[in-house]
């Protein structure tokens, strides 16, 4: 039996089916050209019959990607599959996809037939799709539910017909790891009995899985299904789809890869994909993007957390050997940069490793003092710690008292039912020159603020549409957030604001104040504080500090 693992991707298809999902003709060609980058083998473009939307988007796929197989969907009927073939036959390597359903309940609810019918239906419409193409895939929908031996004739008689794949699945992602492997293993020996075995063994006829995920275990299954003899897996990018979704093909794949010791030694040879697991993630995100479907945090694989490590404990582990903590390496599936995230788990690892990721050594007595003034000042106010938060949680240990900036006073308006803009008059105690005032309105009081004391510094801040930063004043806004100690009214306002200027060097701030446009205003000030203090003196303290470490 072969060791091959065919990666058939119904994310077009299938996937496109998720309740609020609706992608345009331009949508799917870059999804499917994604697909085919990361080296799937089959892209199930869609179902051609269901409306002309359908069929041009199918059609266009066909034309559009080469180095891949481009199924179509058809039922087990004459138009489906002639429309079918309209749709794929520009493709390089099309493949009809027919099928018809085989459980009782199936039969006597939806189809209105009993088993001889269905059986003449599914073997006269794989005969048929022979007409066009010699790569037919045959799917009895609802198989787990269906009647084991009923199941076995009608997979018999498709792959006498002429089908060279035969899916078995799991539609409503109602059966459980081993009976599915059971499943498998009983139309296996059906191929036996049937002396269709050999083309099994050859891998000139391959059972595919098909399962959906309505009890958590469509992974699961599709991987117990690959122990008992099936070769093609049928899946889906983030694992979307109708209902719970689908079986995730990130999982599926690097659950192949990570755990080749343990199908090896079931298999006597590891099970392999030609999947390229770099463009694991692009994938994911661009799907996510074009889908509208959020990937959640604890995705495994492509999920923002799935190689996060904020627990100083993990922290350490990670840092000192990354496979204390981590199965896979995250750059084998498409993430970069680093996997240690602070927050009010981490420790002084972690901030030692985030320091020195920048560029900054410091001493045991120096990393005391920072260590300390984070987990007094940042620590527990934010989520999340961006490293641009921590570096300036240096500067202010060890160059506060040279910071340039003092906001003395400053007056904010809000306006609510007029068409006057809000507007703000700010006035900035400059150590290096008088005070310095200025007025300016905004579509927000936030946004006027924070253009008031841009004019009385001296700086601008760029708008979307505008050139990268060339002047030294030039500055984009990189994040703002806010948030609140408390859940009343009365609750401390908290202002993150990270800020980039000309030579892509970016300082963050951090603001407090019952009153949330103070605490805005609080942020930016701190921020080009700490932007002003590392152009002047940033290099020089970074020397001086690694000189203590050295002796």
């Not at 060339?470 to 202002?495: M, N, Q």
């Not at 990270?498 to 970016?506: A, H, S």
């Amino acid at each position: 039996m072969i060791s091959r693992v065919y990666i058939f991707d119904t994310t077009l298809r299938d996937g496109e089916q998720s309740p609020g999902v609706s992608l345009s003709v331009e949508d799917k060609k870059e999804i499917a050209r994604a697909l085919e980058r990361l080296k799937v083998d089959v892209i199930e473009a869609g179902f051609p019959v269901a409306s002309p939307g359908d069929f041009e988007g199918v059609k266009a796929i066909a034309e559009t990607v080469k180095d891949v197989q481009v199924a179509a969907l058809a039922r087990a009927n004459q138009k489906d599959i002639d429309i079918a073939w309209e749709a794929i036959k520009g493709a390089s390597s099309p493949r009809i996809h027919t099928f018809i359903a085989t459980s009782d309940i199936h039969l006597r609810y939806k189809l209105r037939k009993n088993r001889e019918e269905v059986l003449k239906l599914a073997v006269e419409a794989v005969k048929y799709a022979k007409r066009y193409t010699p790569i037919v895939e045959f799917s009895a929908e609802d198989a787990t539910r269906s009647d084991w031996d009923y199941l076995a004739e009608v997979v018999v008689a498709v792959i006498r017909a002429g089908a060279v794949t035969v899916n078995i699945p799991d539609t409503v992602g109602y059966t459980v790891p081993q009976e599915y492997y059971d499943l498998i293993r009983h139309l296996v020996e059906a191929l036996k009995k049937a002396d269709l075995y050999q083309l099994f063994e050859e891998g000139k006829v391959c059972f595919s899985v098909h399962c959906h995920n309505d009890l958590g275990l469509a992974v699961a299954n599709s991987l117990s299904a690959l122990l008992a003899g099936a070769r093609q897996v049928e899946c889906t990018i983030n694992g979307i789809g109708e209902r719970a979704g689908n079986a995730a093909l990130e999982e599926i794949v690097m659950a192949l890869k990570t755990r080749q010791d343990y199908f090896s030694r079931v298999l006597g040879r590891p099970l392999e994909t030609r999947v390229d697991t770099r463009q694991i993630v692009p994938t994911s995100q661009l799907v996510s993007k074009l889908t509208g479907m959020m990937v959640q945090p604890n995705k495994a694989i492509v999920g923002a957390n799935a190689f996060a490590h904020e627990s100083g404990i993990h922290q350490h582990g990670v840092i000192m050997h990354r496979g204390t903590y981590e199965i896979m390496d995250p750059q084998e599936v498409g993430w970069t940069g680093s996997a240690i995230i602070l927050g009010k788990h981490s420790g002084r690892h972690a901030v030692r490793f985030k320091l020195e990721s920048r560029g900054w050594k410091l001493s045991d007595e120096d990393l005391s003092r920072v260590f300390e003034r984070f987990r007094r000042e940042v620590k527990d106010v934010l989520r999340s710690v961006a490293d641009e938060y921590l570096e300036g949680v240096l500067l202010d240990e060890f160059l506060e008292e040279e910071y340039r900036y003092e906001v003395s006073a400053a007056y904010v308006s809000s306006l609510y039912g007029t068409s006057l803009k809000p507007l703000a008059q700010v006035e900035i105690i400059d150590r290096e020159s008088r005070a310095k005032k200025a007025i300016n309105v905004g579509v927000g009081s936030i946004d006027a603020a924070f253009k008031a004391v841009a004019q009385a510094l001296g700086y601008r801040f760029l708008g979307k549409g505008d050139r990268a930063p060339s002047s030294p004043f030039d500055l984009r806004l990189i994040d703002f957030h806010i948030d609140a100690v408390g859940k009343g009214t009365e609750s401390l306002g908290v202002c993150g604001v990270i800020i980039e200027d000309q030579v892509g060097k970016r300082s963050a701030g951090l603001g407090k104040d019952y009153d949330i446009v103070a605490a805005g205003i609080k942020a930016l000030i701190n921020a080009l504080n700490r932007l002003e203090a590392h152009r002047s003196k940033g290099e020089v303290l970074k020397s001086q500090l690694a000189a203590k470490v050295q002796g």
